[in-house]
């Protein structure tokens, strides 16, 4: 693994309200490519409904994630694709 993607992967010690399973997320979203609900992400990631709902609301509140107001769904925002690129820095976070 570089050191880039070390890095990246130790960016949650950094960043407080960044969480491991926060990647996860964005990632699982990201491949989906459209809105979905923390009902449907658990299905497909190691994480519990609840867990994701409140991380999205986190990573939402910080524009890494955008949330369908009336379906209650969420999609990865031009910011969360960046996070995802390794092109942010503590400091865009």
């Known amino acids: 693994?570089?050191?880039?993607?070390d890095?990246?992967?130790e960016m949650h010690r950094r960043?407080?309200?960044?969480?491991?399973?926060d990647r996860v997320i964005v990632a699982e979203l990201a491949e989906y490519g459209g809105w979905m609900k923390p009902s449907s992400l658990a299905l497909n990631i190691s994480y519990t409904r609840r867990?994701?709902?409140?991380?999205?609301?986190?990573?939402a509140k910080h524009g890494l994630l955008e949330r369908h107001d009336e379906t209650a769904g969420y999609r990865v925002t031009e910011h969360g694709h960046q996070f995802l690129q390794?092109?942010?820095?503590e400091d865009d976070l």
């Open 7 to 9: 890095s990246q992967n």
């Open 86 to 89: 390794d092109k942010l820095n």
């Open 15 to 21: 960043v407080e309200w960044l969480k491991p399973s």
């Open 1 to 5: 693994m570089s050191d880039s993607s």
């Open 51 to 59: 867990h994701i709902a409140r991380r999205c609301q986190v990573l």
